[in-house]
């Protein structure tokens, strides 16, 4: 046992094993602790949402009386007991409401139990134990006990029998301490009247004091420790102080006569604990980080909660598989972790992440050494087995503050967080509350103080917007450096008079957002892209009757076609020549097939001259525009466009007349726009040959079936009326006759069927519009009739 003693300031107890740190104790004069000590107290408020009461007994803050640490003698009636059997604690349940048994003003014993931590009060009990070097007396309670942690029964039937002998008071409970097994009987016999002595002398300084005060105060670290900690395996007790010596050698004389340990001076100029090389252990207190042997680590973070201890592998790898690893190396981590509670005083629930183990019996021989290592632990523990999580979740009694606490102080920077705000985050900050302290009418200039790290950002980098801000309000701002933190600001407003105005007050920001006006200013509507208007104009085209298409192409008969650079304007003459070319496709189909295409109603047929020229002239200005070339293809993404031929076959038993009709129409096997200019003449005889067959081939009509030809755009012009037919009638069974499909019966809706996907055409020197147009003209015509 090494103590370091520094009178007036501080006291440092080290228990040291083999050369490593097992128990560490530290006490200053500032801190005292209170832990044990016996007041007088007064209560002072009753809480029943809780079952508490709070004590005032004559420190700074009032202490915490839960229901449970209270003394049946306070029960009111019947509930009332003046004694209570030592390790019987009446239950939770069995005990009355605590506002029944406190009132307000009434006068308790209470003893501390626990040291106030944060901004919680000391925990208090009425429940006094007062121990001894052997024995712990507790007033008020009957029998007599052993303590839990003697597990040889023998040796518990032996103890007990001998503090029987010593006929203890009657209004007491005593019980043997772990230090008291194997004792004589004028051992305890003597520890015994040294307790009984020291009740006395409460009783009479509880009479002295009238309403608030200390009866009984434990004495200091270095008797305290002597008497809970030593024990015979104990070979030195080394002070560097020449009167804490002296005391503790008085204190072992007199609490362990027989006792072979000697207590011995240090005088010499080199530290005590530096000599012995235990201040760099005791340095690592703090850490977050412990290391292993094998190479792995502990991460220890305590929070409000409870404290959070991670194992990590690290190094490890001296192990031949991975199960074995992670055994050793949780072995080695629960014995540094119950090292480290008992160093650190770490106290409440405890979460220990372990490393995974699958076979059954490596938990349990984790959980084992836990066991076993804790039973040299005074406080009270309690540990769980490990959950399927790899977590072994255990709790201890938290004696007073963790270590941690007692000996560090919370940073000013980042209060304890770890982090703080960058200096980035600062100035946007300053900018929206100098924005919000500036625009108040009541302020004529601004002071504003920060520290270096952030005046520095503001003067360089947002010169330009305080700049700004100051000249939009008509307003200075003077910008100081102070603060300790990296995040202080202070800004501080006066009025014309030179008078400081309130700026950080709740009540005057709730008061500026009443008096403020918000102004809101709705946006102009952006202006319609020209690019957008023409499509959706196309759009509606496609979706109105089909009564204006006639008119559409009248207008875009007149159209120049020089204009090509106008978007908008070819997107619709796109569209509709997509609808033309439609057409033109299942007539050249019908002619390629060699079938005529016969009204279903033979009053339908046109067979007035005029109508005749009328048709063939406007087929020819339709093919006219479908011959030529689209330049705004190669812009917009092609349509995949699904065709159902099914005049193949038919078409292949053809010769002159299909070869005739793939030359002069728009088949994707043949593009007729891809043609060049010194080809025009063979392309104007190629048409006229396509007239003459179709001539032909529709004065000598065949008796095989028509082939079903439906289009989208043939439909449509139907529907609206347009060209010399006239929608058909339906017959009795509902169906009608579609001239489209060769006179075969469809139904009401005919199936739609996608068109199929159309090449590219490239405009090169095509062919004038007048030779390629005759062929298709005749044809036309011919399909018409």
């Not at 009990?125 to 052993?146: A, C, E, H, N, W």
């Amino acid at each position: 046992m090494l103590i370091n003693f520094v009178p007036g300031e501080e006291c440092r107890i080290a228990i040291v094993e083999d050369g490593k740190l097992e128990e560490y104790y530290q006490e200053r004069a500032s801190a005292q602790s209170h832990v044990s000590n016996i007041y007088k107290g007064r209560v002072t408020n009753i809480e029943p949402a809780i079952q508490a009461a709070f004590v005032d007994f004559g420190l700074e803050r009032n202490g915490f009386l839960h229901i449970s640490d209270l003394h049946p003698k306070y029960f009111p009636g019947k509930d009332r007991e003046a004694f209570e059997k030592v390790g019987k604690k009446t239950a939770r349940r069995d005990r009355p409401p605590i506002q029944k048994c406190l009132k307000r003003g009434d006068e308790v014993l209470v003893q501390v139990l626990k040291e106030g931590i944060g901004t919680k009060g000391p925990t208090l009990t009425s429940y006094l134990s007062i121990p001894g070097r052997f024995l712990v007396m507790m007033p008020d309670m009957k029998q007599l006990g052993v303590s839990r942690k003697v597990e040889d029964d023998d040796a518990r039937k032996e103890t007990r029998k001998i503090l029987k002998e010593l006929d203890p008071p009657s209004d007491f409970g005593f019980i043997v301490r772990t230090a008291g097994i194997g004792q004589t009987k004028t051992d305890l016999k003597r520890d015994l009247s040294y307790l009984v002595r020291l009740w006395k002398n409460i009783e009479r300084n509880r009479k002295k004091i009238r309403r608030t005060g200390e009866l009984y105060a434990e004495s200091d670290l270095v008797i305290r420790t002597i008497r809970d900690v030593f024990t015979a395996d104990t070979e030195r007790v080394i002070v560097d102080d020449l009167t804490a010596a002296r005391r503790a050698a008085d204190f072992l004389r007199v609490a362990s006569p027989r006792s072979k340990t000697e207590v011995v001076y240090y005088d010499d100029p080199v530290p005590l604990l530096h000599r012995k090389g235990i201040e760099t252990q005791i340095g690592l207190i703090g850490a977050r980080e412990v290391p292993l042997p094998s190479g792995g680590a502990l991460v220890i973070d305590q929070t409000e909660a409870l404290v959070a201890i991670d194992v990590n592998s690290g190094k490890s790898r001296k192990a031949r598989d991975a199960e074995t690893n992670a055994l050793n190396t949780n072995l080695e981590a629960v014995d540094e972790i119950c090292r480290q509670l008992r160093l650190r005083d770490l106290g409440g629930i405890v979460v220990n992440d372990l490393i995974d183990m699958r076979p059954a019996r490596n938990r349990k021989k984790v959980e084992a050494r836990m066991k076993e290592n804790l039973k040299k632990d005074r406080a009270k523990t309690k540990v769980g087995p490990i959950s399927g999580f790899g977590l072994l979740e255990m709790t201890r009694q938290r004696m007073r503050p963790s270590l941690k606490k007692s000996i560090h102080a919370e940073c000013r920077h980042c209060a304890g967080l770890g982090y703080t705000q960058s200096a980035e985050s600062v100035v946007l900050n300053v900018m929206r509350r100098l924005a919000l302290v500036m625009q108040r009418d009541d302020v004529a200039r601004v002071e504003l103080t920060i520290s270096p790290d952030v005046a520095f950002q503001l003067l360089n980098r947002k010169r330009n917007e305080l700049t700004h801000l100051e000249e939009s309000h008509g307003k200075a701002v003077l910008v100081r450096v102070g603060g300790g933190r990296l995040d202080y600001i202070a800004i501080d407003a006066y009025d014309s008079r030179n008078q400081p105005l309130a700026t950080e007050d709740e009540d005057t920001l709730k008061n500026l957002r009443k008096a403020s006006k918000t102004t809101y200013r709705q946006l102009d509507a952006p202006d319609l892209p020209e690019t957008v208007a023409p499509v959706v104009a196309d759009e509606a085209e496609d979706e109105a009757p089909a009564e204006g298409a006639s008119a559409a192409m009248e207008s875009e008969e007149t159209a120049d076609t020089e204009d090509a650079e106008d978007k908008p304007k070819k997107k619709r003459r796109r569209r509709r020549r997509r609808k033309k070319k439609s057409d033109g496709e299942d007539a050249e189909a019908a002619s390629e097939d060699g079938d005529t295409a016969e009204p279903s109603d033979p009053d339908q047929a046109p067979d007035d001259p005029a109508q005749a020229a009328e048709d063939k002239q406007a087929s020819d200005t339709d093919d006219t525009e479908a011959s030529a070339p689209d330049e705004d293809a190669e812009d917009k993404p092609k349509k995949k466009r699904r065709r159902r031929r099914r005049g193949g076959r038919s078409r292949k038993k053809n010769t002159d007349g299909d070869e005739a009709g793939d030359s002069a129409g728009t088949d994707d096997n043949a593009p007729t726009a891809d043609a060049d200019a010194h080809e025009a003449p063979m392309l104007a005889a190629e048409a006229a040959e396509a007239s003459q067959d179709a001539d032909s081939a529709d004065a000598q009509p065949e008796d095989k079936p028509k082939k079903k030809r439906r289009s989208r755009s043939r439909s449509k012009k139907k529907a609206a009326g347009t060209g010399s037919s006239t929608a058909p009638e339906p017959d009795a069974t509902g169906l009608t006759a579609d001239a489209s499909s060769n006179g075969e019966v469809t139904g009401d809706k005919p199936k739609r069927v996608k068109p199929s996907k159309k090449k590219k055409i490239v405009k090169r020197n095509a062919p004038p519009p007048e030779a390629v147009s005759a062929g298709y003209s005749n044809r036309r015509q011919d399909d018409r009739e």
